[in-house]
């Protein structure tokens, strides 16, 4: 299987609208730090963006939106390292197993959580973070325990902690890097870094 380190607890998400733009995202976003990047394949020329950042030092590059077979085995052809989906999909995760690449289904419900872990996830994408919220989680994760979380969609930097007491141990990071332009990332992703590092650091001590 792929090795693919998420201790930084950030996954940055590229959604463009063309390819340049996701290609200028994904360079600053590399610029600022980030280790982790996921290009749905929302994305105008998703896999030729995989490939070539894929090839690039100190980052490592996943699938995002991940639908089907074919999109796995193409993200595996261009140098994908994880797949992530915004559903349980057995078909999607059974084909991540296969390729060797680590599988992040997206889940919402204690049903789909069983069934994400009975297909073979990794680790599990808590999704739509901002609308279930983490209360939801700490409710929805006791019958789960040992599992790794990341919550994804509308989290907000000033809910960070919140969010990791809840279980989390990672996030899913689109519009709140990306949305002020390129040049706002770089601040945009040191504040979060700054936020998850710590709120990490005290979830040990607790």
Known sequence: MSKVN????????????????????????????????????TTPDVFDLIEEFSNKKNVQVGLGTAMSKKHVQNGKKAGAKFVISPHTSK???QATKKAELISIPGVATP??????????????KFFPASSLGPNYLKSVRDPFPSQTWLATGGVAITD???????????FGLGGPLTSGGVG???????????????????????
């Open 111 to 124: 049903t789909e959580i069983a069934d994400a872990l009975r297909f073979g996830a990794d680790m599990l």
């Open 160 to 170: 960070i902690d919140t969010w990791v007491k809840a279980g989390c141990s990672g």
């Open 6 to 41: 998420f201790d930084s607890g950030l996954v940055a998400i590229i959604r463009s609208k063309s390819a340049n733009e996701g290609r200028e995202y994904a360079q600053a976003l590399i610029e600022a730090g980030v280790e982790l990047i996921e290009f749905t394949t």
């Open 91 to 93: 078909e999607v995760i």
């Open 184 to 206: 706002e990332i770089a601040k945009r992703v040191a504040d979060f870094k700054v936020a998850i590092n710590n709120a990490l650091i005290a979830a040990k001590g607790r």
